[in-house]
């Protein structure tokens, strides 16, 4: 169980978090909605330990992360797998590389184990016959599933994905989705997503919650979520312009 | 209860001090920075292939540019201290000439202005890039150092290379200035080589020593940082790029003047 009290943080001149408080249950697939720029991928940042917050605690399954430095946060994080927005894998290195590399250097494992684990893992995500070839070569979507390959390959216990899928065309997105919902069916993690890929992400999320305004206004089960009544979950479910910023334009 | 604003003649002195207090944490940061490279370079594991790829990427990767610039330094030393020189009937002391010049200043100082200039700016660049493009973030939640895989073997690399390189620099410079002194101006080799070894010591290739040393941590330091903590998109890039190879090149003539005063 992840749990998130009182976050707040702000930056020069910019308030992003103010008092957010949110639960993901163990196991569940939790995503979180929002305007662009409304603070998500900076939530996501402290659930993962690489912001530390003004005030307010994240406890992973009762350890408050935001106090933690060096070996006890690490302790933690060998149990994360982190799917970044653009991928983040390592350019230097082949596909195949990136998926063997937190075994290699994580999990040292050993040779022949690694070469076993990183071919099931690339077949898990479609990509056979690319592991040879370097991110820049292969398409976004390409580098999206290898990304997910490295994250998911050491079997973690908890996942976080940054907009896994923006960027992607539709056929994509579902493909990305269809992939992530069989992955956690099959592996059983925690998943912690950001995206505003709507309504595809109703389709696989147990848990939606809506940050507006550095607070979550609304969390629920996706059905309770698409039929809320609240103004600012139905205006951005539905895409309706924002009245306030065309008045302002 | 909000701040009051500052009178209109005090808000100059706001801002100097905003600016100092800034130094002031830039340098800190910057000195907890090789701390943490040091700390990652003397506790295992070692990354000894990543150590043979900075080595091979700071060092061999520049031995053309070395080998290019030594040569013509030592030619154009050569051409214009034997025309001083003969001024005072004093031919016999090019050797000397050349070879202190290269090896207590020129060498050290214009090797690391190479190699910061090739291969500074690429690491920099390189750790830019990985940092905007969230490579770095990535490291860190595998729980996996980034100051042990990218920045302690860059910084052990210039210790290992820049010596070298100087050592190389200055080879090649002697030879340019025999090229132009003995083949071209037709003073004879044994004055030009057998006066050098009466004139230059032990202390004077130290000297050279310790501040191809220096300049390797001060290169590989300053521009492993500036990439580490690169803005953001291509211009932080950009911009970090511009500031290490104006900051390594200052400080490396900086630090050249001080232990040129300090050492013999």
């Known amino acids: 169980m992840i749990r998130v009290e009182g976050l707040t943080k702000s930056f020069p001149g910019n308030a992003v978090l103010r008092d957010l408080d949110l639960e993901v249950p163990t196991g569940s697939i939790t995503i979180v909605i929002g305007r662009s720029g409304g603070g998500k991928s900076v939530l996501l940042r402290h659930l993962i330990g690489l912001l530390r917050p003004d005030r307010g605690r994240v406890l992973v399954d009762g350890v408050d992360i935001t106090r933690l430095r060096g070996e006890p946060l690490d302790r933690v994080r060998r149990r994360y797998g982190v799917v970044f927005q653009g991928g983040a894998l390592f350019d230097s290195m082949s596909c195949a590389d990136n998926v063997a590399f937190p075994l290699r250097e994580k999990l040292r494992l050993p040779r022949a184990e690694v070469a076993r684990r990183v071919e099931t893992a690339i077949v898990q995500v479609g990509l056979e016959g690319i592991g040879a070839k370097y991110p820049a070569e292969v398409s976004g979507g390409m580098r999206k599933r290898v990304a997910i390959a490295r994250a998911l390959v050491t079997e973690p216990q908890i996942v976080f994905f940054d907009e896994p899928t923006t960027g992607l065309d539709p056929v994509l997105v579902n493909t990305i989705h269809g992939l992530i919902l069989d992955l956690h069916r099959r592996l059983g993690f925690t998943a912690v997503m950001v995206s505003h890929e709507i309504p595809e992400i109703f389709g696989i999320a147990d848990r939606v919650a809506m940050l507006h305004e550095g607070r979550i206004a609304a969390v629920g089960p996706p059905g309770e979520i698409q039929e809320s009544q609240d103004r600012v979950v139905r205006q951005f479910i539905r895409g309706e312009p924002d009245p306030v910023a065309e008045g302002r334009a | ?264």
């Open chain 2, 1 to 264: 209860m909000a701040d009051r604003p500052l009178p209109a003649l005090l808000r100059p002195l706001d801002a100097l001090g905003a600016g100092a207090i800034g130094a002031v944490e830039s340098l800190g940061r910057f000195g907890v920075f090789l701390a943490q490279a040091l700390a990652a370079m003397v506790t295992p594991p070692f990354r000894v292939t990543a150590l043979v790829d900075r080595v091979h990427y700071i060092g061999f990767r520049s031995l053309l540019i070395i080998l290019l610039t030594g040569t013509f330094t030592g030619m154009v030393l050569g051409l214009q201290i034997y025309l001083t020189l003969s001024r005072f009937g004093s031919e016999a002391f090019l050797g000397p000439a050349v070879a202190l010049s290269l090896i207590r200043e020129l060498g050290p100082v214009l090797a690391a202005l190479m190699v910061t200039g090739r291969a500074g700016s690429a690491l920099t660049a390189e750790l830019g890039i990985m940092r905007i493009t969230e490579q770095i973030d990535a490291l860190t939640v595998m729980a996996l150092n980034p100051m042990r895989y990218l920045v302690a073997p860059s910084i052990l690399a210039g210790i290992l290379t820049f010596p070298l390189m100087t050592a190389m620099f200055d080879v090649v410079g002697i030879l340019g200035g025999y090229v132009v002194g003995v083949e071209l101006l037709g003073l004879s080799a044994g004055t030009y080589f057998g006066e050098m070894r009466t004139f230059v010591g032990t202390d004077d290739i130290l000297l050279g020593l310790w501040k191809s040393l220096s300049f390797g941590v001060i290169v590989t330091w300053v521009c492993t940082y500036k990439g580490f903590h690169a803005g953001h998109g291509a211009e932080g890039v950009a911009r970090a790029t511009t500031q290490a190879v104006v900051l390594s090149s200052v400080l490396i003539l900086v630090w050249d003047y001080f232990i040129g005063s300090v050492l013999p």
